[in-house]
């Protein structure tokens, strides 16, 4: 009985809050996907007239200070050589499978606090609803950090190569400054 439970809970876990996590990362990479950087000047009667670097999305249309691109190219420099950006994603990585394994011990307990309250019912009905309580806001809790860092990288690198052809177009156009 205990080998049925530990592989079926084993099976469960690992099959669907996998399949959770990538549905959702996958949408919030589309959207990530669709926002694409451009760099414009601003031609108003307005008291700044600064450039601005405009964030164009399919619904949304923003602009922030032309100075986030000089912020992004000092960092850029100062931290070169420094990060590697193949070793921030094994890092994740090596955190996704601690995080992973942390809701298949989770859902483990779940199932076991149900199946011990069904054979001891003196455990009382208070503690098992605290418990499943807050089992399930842990696994809540571990399921949007596994999804925060299934989408981080994705997220920067999408910002390094936007911001890295902002400041490649700003090199080769310099009326642009």
Known sequence: MYLIV????????????????????????????????KLESVESNELTNEKLLTVQNIKNNFSIPNSFLDLYEYISM??????????????????????????????????????????????????????????????IVFMCGLLILKTLPYLIHKIKFEMDNLLELRKNNPQTE
Not at 12 to 21: M, R, T
Not at 103 to 124: S, W
Request: cysteine-free; aromatic content about 14%; hydrophobic content about 55%.
């Open 6 to 37: 530990y592989y079926a809970t084993s099976f469960i876990s690992s099959n669907i809050f996998p399949a959770i996590i990538l549905k959702k990362s996958l949408k919030y990479q589309d959207k990530i996907k669709r926002v694409n950087l």
């Open 78 to 139: 100062s931290l070169k050589g420094r990060i590697s950006f193949e070793k921030f994603i094994f890092e994740i990585n090596g955190d996704r499978n601690e995080i992973q394994s942390t809701l298949n011990l989770l859902f483990r307990a779940l199932i076991a606090i149900i199946i011990y309250f069904i054979k001891l019912p003196i455990i009382g009905i208070g503690l098992f609803i605290f418990l499943i309580i807050t089992i399930i806001i842990l696994i």
